[in-house]
């Protein structure tokens, strides 16, 4: 059985070179006569491996110096938690509500503070962004919350909003490295590392320096503590070592596809294929505001709910996995993350076609 185009929207497809070098390094890591997942994290070759991650990764995003990056554990969904405990100094934060992981963030938050929702789309299911150009910020907001894009609803903040001069955090676990981004306009970028780059258990925070202080809630753990990893460069602990080592592998992919310009570029003409054949197709539609589409994470229904089952199904037996909606929206969802090959959404929308001819 060969490999299946898998638009699975997380844990999700990795570059076919990727995992073959992984592959061939499993069982002696260029001459350490063992595999990365056994070796101390403190040894010179697991120190060059992160090292290099972290380079790679700085030389992708052009992260300036004042900005640090973490490798952490406990996926986006802890974050949700530590971005409070470490920045909410005044115990209030906005939020803008833009899917079920923003929600997520927002009330986890309010565990620790107030939390303003100054702005929302849940009125239309979350199919598109709300106008962020001159939103109600809070004055004693320590910081406004985004989630830059929205994995289960298909749609991207095309635009940052205007925070009038608070600290902008942003989950960008679904987009992460997907095109080029301006580091300085935010104070924390994060995401979980298995949408977009590589396996799950690792969580990228790149956060401003003078955001990390020990001046964190009181009760804060030690793990919890922004201060702690970046005083130990991501090794207080035993980090997720393997999932570093994938992640620097697919920051060395991605540079050698040209970078992020050049990953906008393959993000854009792969979805362009996809949505220029939903825009006119007779069964299937998308379900987001054309403006406000992702390059990522792609909804479609045909508005029938035993039909979009028949296709799920079909699709699988075609070799085009995990094409089923998020369990709380439904119909079809296609994650279209930067290793996935242009031919694979070519090789969808030829299914879709042929479907559409015999069912509608
Ligand atoms: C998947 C996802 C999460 C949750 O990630 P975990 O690592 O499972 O906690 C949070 N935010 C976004 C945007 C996601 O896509």
């Known amino acids: 059985m060969g490999r299946v185009y898998n638009f699975s929207a997380g844990p999700a497809v990795l570059p076919e070179e990727v995992l073959r070098e992984a592959a061939d390094e499993m069982l002696d890591y260029r001459g350490t006569g063992m595999s990365v997942m056994e070796m101390s994290h403190r040894s010179k070759a697991f120190e060059q491996i992160i090292t290099e991650a972290e380079q790679d990764l700085r030389d992708l995003m052009n992260i300036p110096d004042n ?56 009125d239309e299911t979350f199919s598109y962004i709300p106008d962020c150009s001159d939103l109600p910020v809070s004055e004693d907001a320590d910081y406004v919350y985004i ?28 987009c992460f490295l997907s095109e080029p981004v301006d580091v300085t306009k935010y104070g924390v970028i994060y995401g979980g590392v298995q949408k977009n780059i590589g396996p799950a258990g690792v969580v990228i925070v790149i956060i401003r320096e003078d955001l990390i202080t020990e001046d964190v809630l009181p009760g804060t753990p030690t793990m919890l503590t922004y201060k702690t990893h970046s005083d ?43 949505y220029d054949f939903l825009d006119q197709s007779k069964l299937f539609r998308g379900t987001v505001v054309p403006k406000d589409r992702s390059l990522m994470n792609v909804p479609f229904v045909t508005g029938n709910a035993d039909l979009d089952a028949k296709f799920v ?35 969808l929308v030829e299914f879709m076609k042929k479907f559409e001819e015999e069912n509608l």
Request: proline letters at 3%; aromatic letters at 10%.
């Open 67 to 122: 900005y640090k990056v973490l490798f952490l554990q406990g996926g986006a969904s802890q974050q949700f938690a530590m971005i409070p405990m470490n920045l909410m100094k005044n115990r209030s934060a906005d939020y803008i509500i833009t899917g079920q992981w923003a929600k997520k963030a927002a009330k986890e938050a309010e565990k620790y503070g107030e939390v303003h929702r100054i702005a929302s789309s849940e």
């Open 313 to 347: 199904k079909e699709a699988k037996e075609a070799g085009l996995e995990n094409l089923k909606g998020h369990r709380t929206v439904g119909g079809m969802r296609a994650s279209i993350y930067n290793a996935m090959p242009y031919e694979g959404v070519v090789a």
């Open 232 to 274: 130990a460069k991501s090794l207080y602990n035993t980090p997720p070592a393997y999932g570093i080592y994938i992640c620097g592998k697919v920051f060395k992919w991605i540079k050698a596809q040209g970078g992020l310009e050049a990953m906008k570029e393959r993000n854009e003409k792969k979805a362009k294929v996809l």
């Open 147 to 174: 989630c830059e894009n929205n994995t289960i609803y298909g749609t991207k903040f095309k635009e940052l909003p205007d925070t009038k001069g608070k600290t902008l955090v942003a989950d960008v676990s679904s």
